[in-house]
């Protein structure tokens, strides 16, 4: 177990609605990262957020966006739903933006979108 | 961009055996270099981290050896056990610090 909690554990919508997806890191971390993973494939990176701000974003389009709060827990929100948003969502919280501490991850968000 | 690749993309191996994980980079400026398990539908767990100063990581039964020059890095389990059948991700992190940029994994399967 590494501290990191995830909600909801699983989800189905459908095309074209909105999530919100939840992540609280562990205690004493201040940066969150946001990772989308399809079946049989690694993790993709879509942003990160230290200290409540954005910190860098991968290849994903601006309808994926999200917030970091003063407790340094953080939301996902993706809105216009697409069937290849199915996948599992992970987040990973750190002490800093920096890339020498361990990125510790939470159990994910399974995302079905029909 | 960086593209890491992992190659076998599945393994399977008899009880016993030592396992060993190939994963390559393609831009070697990197901070540190991370080998994760996931088992099925789970999350990540870290099993060693090798910053771009250091040569490997161990721990326990597992080590893990990093060459920046090559863009390689290996994991070797020894003395596989049925328990570690789960996929292996490897990942690095760039100078920009901010993610971690993540291959394909390897799906290894010890059979009792």
């Known amino acids: 177990e590494t501290g990191v909690t995830q909600s909801p554990t699983h989800l189905i919508k459908t095309r074209g609605q909105q999530v919100t997806l939840r992540c609280s890191s562990q205690?004493?971390?201040?940066?969150v990262s946001w990772y989308q993973q399809a079946l049989g494939q690694g993790p993709q990176f879509i942003f990160q957020y230290y200290r409540e701000e954005e910190n860098g974003r991968g290849n994903f389009p601006p309808r994926f966006s999200g917030l970091q709060f003063p407790n340094y827990s953080s939301e996902l929100n993706v809105n216009a739903l697409e069937l290849d948003d199915s996948a599992l969502y992970l987040c990973?919280?750190?002490?800093?933006?920096?890339?020498?501490?361990?990125?510790?991850f939470g159990p994910g968000t399974r995302l079905l979108v029909l | 961009k960086q593209e890491v690749t992992q190659i076998p993309a599945a393994l399977s191996v008899p009880e016993g055996e030592n396992l060993v994980l190939n994963c390559s980079f393609t831009?070697?400026?990197?901070?540190?270099l991370q080998w994760f398990r996931q088992d099925p539908g789970k999350g990540l767990t870290s099993l060693l981290l090798i910053q771009s100063s250091q040569r490997e990581q161990t721990s326990g039964r597992l080590n893990a050896s990093l060459d920046k020059s090559s863009g390689r890095s290996t994991l070797y389990i020894a003395a596989s056990q049925p328990g570690d059948s789960a996929t292996y991700l490897c990942a690095v992190i760039g100078t920009a610090g901010n993610k971690l940029t993540f291959g394909g994994g390897t799906r290894v399967l010890v059979k009792p």
């Open positions: 990973a919280s750190s002490f800093s933006r920096g890339g020498h501490e361990t990125q510790y």
């Open positions: 205690s004493g971390h201040n940066t």
């Open positions: 831009d070697s400026a990197i901070y540190n």
